[in-house]
């Protein structure tokens, strides 16, 4: 005895051949159960090499085209939620969809080290677990502490990533990072209070949202039109505490009818203020500090002390020197961290910066010239829109984790001159990406300084589609995959990450990174809101696939770092939402729903029970293959003729349309349109028409076997992009029975897509044009037997003011007769009536008791 594949499960096929017979020994499962089916075909995959572009030329299909992507890397932060499912999904189902049509496919696996949410998550479990600040360590032993965070994390990803069945090249995957809380203050508020004139009497008031930011007020400024003001252009105002002369100046930016019309300008504490400073050529004073306490611009009262505490410090000497004018409500904006829960606060902070204009403007020109197509093209608006309106992109960051910036402070000892250097060519400042230690090198002795700041994670993942293939250097895998053949994510990064890997791409390859941007929409819950942490509805899809009680639900919401108000509400929806907790759906399912929604148009609201729906789905293909194999079982191996019988003709037909829908669906990339046209096939009409034909109509088996078989692994085929567990499960069980003997190819995702030119002889455009009728006859039949009470418990009926039937069930055959169909049936009619309301023309009872009732075509 030998199984058909090696190292896996072993009870699935194990022919035994005894006297040349050949005897299959099944699995004793009766219904579908995705733990049996998902628990071993991934590790056989890897083993065999299938996702690698290596095995291209093993495939007979094989043509000499390539398709390559990249995964959109997830952040290390955490686990993988229903958004990213999505995204595998649809990723999924292309790589493996072009793998089968023979390209050679490259999908590149890989994670985002994620800068800030990083390390504002390490920072934040150090607190709690050790008791110790980020300050606490030196830079080295802190990110040793990142490190082992990201092993963690990134493990877990990977193995989610796994079972979702996702045709990674895991030999290839690639790390971003590899070497190559607010106090209780009063917000919302508006102080005014007055600057003195200096030299005159009067006085200028200003309102302000921060009042001491005022310590490192430069200027006041007004509209030039202000009537208010005019006599006041060119004088000077008295600062209160530091004794400072304040300019007042004329700018038409200022808001005349906002607060005094007045404002007061802090150019290191506010971005507007910073521009206003640029046109007038204003000092800019830092008054609080990177650490949120006040700096000793402040004076001696007020230096060392945070931020907040220093506003009501302020305030109350404003109130002792009379100079307090009132406080009134004030609707406003907080910027709140979304990494910390603190207030964001504007600093003025020396940053590297990229000059941006030139690269967005031929990202605009690639798009309105074709070089790059934008899917849906609605987003082309927005695309331009932005892009158009780039400013220069600030691209360091005050963190330890992350690309450390390759520039350096330089002292020359014997001139005691200091200077700031960067690398020769913004080249070689991005290629750090890979090499981190790159040098540079100085002529005669001298002290060097690294700038501690790190690359902002953006520009780090805008450079993942050829840092992915070895870029800076020229690999063979760069030569080859690259540029991508397209890019698929969410349409929420269309700024943040796509664009700048045009632009960084355009600009240090000389190529477009893709050549194609597939955007799909945002997973939502059932209730149409954004999944979020706080409101408890992120769902995991490992959860979905294995089931979850709602005990373990609550347990992982108490394991996070919510607040504890926030994890009172979360639970409070996880009870109303998930009472029982998360049924096991499968992976299957869960793609095949997925899938199912029209991700290039609104938001998907995704339901666990939509889920559900689908593992009742592939439960019905579990039963449909061990039908098939029992027909099989009775005939042995499969014969291929051309069938003659009309609903044959009709079912292969039928299957030749669907592999049409197929095509054209995913040359869209509208899976949604692959998903609806199979399930209606398999359902509708494989399952409720013509699988029902066999059991009631006589048949000549060896015909309706290869019928079957045909229609069956045709489908399996079709399926296996997007349910890839199940259909090779499947697919398996029928190769006993193939016509053809398995090549190397010996998975299912190795097999050729099927083609309407491969099926132009089963197609029979009249016979399927003309089974409408005879599917509404069998309507018409079921809806007499409903009507009549006709059940194998009760065949007897009567109905007084109609019809009396007997019947043994709805055995039919079909007959057409030029514009009449005739629908023999095992009953007898005793007594009938006007049955005209249901089509019916005639109902005829034979000798034999057998009757005949016409309908009208």
């Known amino acids: 005895s030998h199984s058909v594949f090696e190292n896996t499960r072993t009870d699935i096929i194990i022919t035994l051949t005894f006297n040349n017979i050949l005897i299959i020994f099944m699995s004793v499962l009766t219904s579908y159960s995705p733990e049996y089916v998902e628990s071993c075909w991934y590790p056989w995959w890897e083993k065999q090499g299938f996702f690698r572009p290596e095995k291209h030329n093993e495939l007979p299909q094989a043509v000499d085209r390539i398709f390559s992507l990249c995964i959109p890397p997830p952040n290390v932060t955490g686990t993988l939620h229903l958004g990213h499912a999505l995204t595998v999904a649809i990723e999924d189902a292309l790589a493996r969809w072009r793998r089968m049509q023979g390209y050679k496919v490259l999908w590149v696996p890989g994670c985002d080290h994620a800068g800030i949410a990083t390390q504002s998550v390490v920072e934040r479990r150090l607190l709690r677990e050790q008791d110790k600040r980020r300050q606490d360590y030196s830079r080295e032993e802190f990110l040793q502490e990142v490190w082992r965070w990201k092993q963690e994390k990134g493990d877990e990803i990977y193995h989610q990533l796994k079972k979702l069945g996702a045709s990674l090249d895991w030999s290839r995957a690639c790390f971003t990072m590899d070497p190559r809380g607010v106090s209780n203050m009063e917000f919302g508020t508006m102080i005014t209070f007055a600057y003195p004139i200096e030299g005159h009497e009067g006085e200028v008031a200003v309102s302000t949202t921060r009042p001491e930011t005022m310590l490192g007020d430069v200027a006041i400024a007004v509209h030039p039109d202000d009537t208010r003001y005019q006599a006041l252009h060119g004088k000077q105002c008295r600062h209160p505490f530091t004794n400072r002369l304040l ?69 109350s000497a404003l109130m002792e020197m009379k100079l307090f004018r009132g406080k009134e409500d004030h609707p406003m904006s907080l910027p709140i961290c979304s990494r910390s829960g603190d207030v964001i606060e504007p600093l003025l902070k020396k940053q590297w910066f990229v000059r941006c204009e030139k690269m967005a403007q031929k990202a605009i020109q690639a798009v309105d010239e074709g070089e790059l197509e934008i899917i849906p093209h609605f987003y082309t608006k927005t695309w331009k829109n932005w892009l158009s309106n780039i400013s220069d992109w600030c691209i360091s960051r005050q963190l330890w984790w992350g690309h450390q910036i390759p520039a350096y402070r330089v002292t020359l000892p014997e001139s005691g001159n200091t200077q700031e250097v960067g690398l020769a060519e913004i080249r070689e400042i991005i290629g750090s990406f890979v090499q981190l230690e790159h040098s540079y090198q100085l002529k005669g002795p001298c002290l060097r300084k690294r700038n501690p700041d790190v690359l902002d994670t953006w520009f780090s993942s805008g450079l993942f589609p050829f840092a992915m293939l070895g870029w800076p250097e020229q690999t063979e895998d760069l030569k080859q995959f690259y540029p991508n053949t397209m890019l698929e994510t969410g349409n929420d990064l269309i700024f943040f990450w796509v664009a700048r890997m045009v632009m960084l791409g355009t600009e240090l390859t000389g190529q477009l990174p893709f050549k194609q941007v597939l955007f799909h929409s945002l997973v939502r819950d059932k209730h149409g809101r954004k999944m979020s942490k706080s409101l408890g509805n992120v769902i995991d899809p490992l959860d979905v696939i294995s089931g979850v009680s709602l005990e373990r639900l609550q347990e992982k919401v108490m394991e996070g770092n919510l607040d504890p108000r926030e994890k009172a509400v979360a639970m409070e929806a996880q009870r109303k939402d998930f009472p029982n907790g998360i049924p096991e759906c499968g992976t299957d399912a869960l793609r095949f729903a997925l899938c199912s929604y029209k991700a290039q148009g609104e938001d998907i609201s995704l339901s666990v029970s939509q889920v559900l729906s689908c593992r009742h789905f592939c439960n019905k293909m579990w039963q449909t293959v061990r039908f098939t194999l029992g027909a099989l079982l009775d005939v042995g191996s499969p014969v291929t003729p051309l069938p003659e019988v009309e609903i044959d003709k009709w079912i292969c037909s039928c299957l030749y349309s669907t592999v049409e829908q197929c095509e054209r669906g995913f040359e869209s990339y509208e899976l949604h349109t692959v998903t609806s046209a199979l399930h209606s096939f398999w359902l509708h009409s494989l399952c409720d028409v013509y699988l029902v034909s066999l059991v009631h109509i006589k048949v000549e088996k060896r015909v309706a076997a290869a019928v079957l078989y045909h229609c069956v692994s045709t489908s399996l085929r079709l399926l296996s992009p997007l349910m890839p567990f199940l259909t090779e499960e499947l697919w398996q069980r029928l190769q006993p029975y193939s016509p053809r003997p398995s090549t190397a190819s010996s998975s299912v995702c190795m097999q050729s897509y099927p083609t309407t030119s491969e099926l132009a002889h089963w197609h029979f455009p009249q016979d399927e044009a003309d ?54 049936l095992d009953i007898q009619v005793t007594n009938s009536c006007n049955l005209s309301n249901i089509g019916v023309l005639e109902i005829h009872t034979e000798l034999n008791h057998h009757t005949i009732i016409t309908f009208r075509l």
């Open 771 to 824: 089974f409408p009728l005879v599917q509404e006859v069998v309507r018409v039949a079921r809806s007499l037997r409903a009507q009549y009470h006709l059940t194998k418990e009760k065949p007897d009926s009567e109905c007084h003011d109609c019809v009396c039937l007997t019947c043994s069930g709805i055995f039919f055959s079909l007959l057409l007769f030029g514009h009449s169909i005739q629908l023999h």
């Open 247 to 315: 300019p007042i100046i004329t700018d038409p930016v200022v808001d005349m009818g906002l607060g005094t019309g007045a404002v007061k300008l802090t150019p290191a504490h506010d971005h507007t203020d910073f521009l206003l400073s640029q046109r007038h050529s204003l000092p800019r004073l830092t008054v609080i500090g990177g650490d949120g306490t006040m700096t000793s611009h402040c004076g001696h009262w007020l230096q060392g002390v945070k931020r907040f505490q220093a506003r009501e410090r302020v305030i």
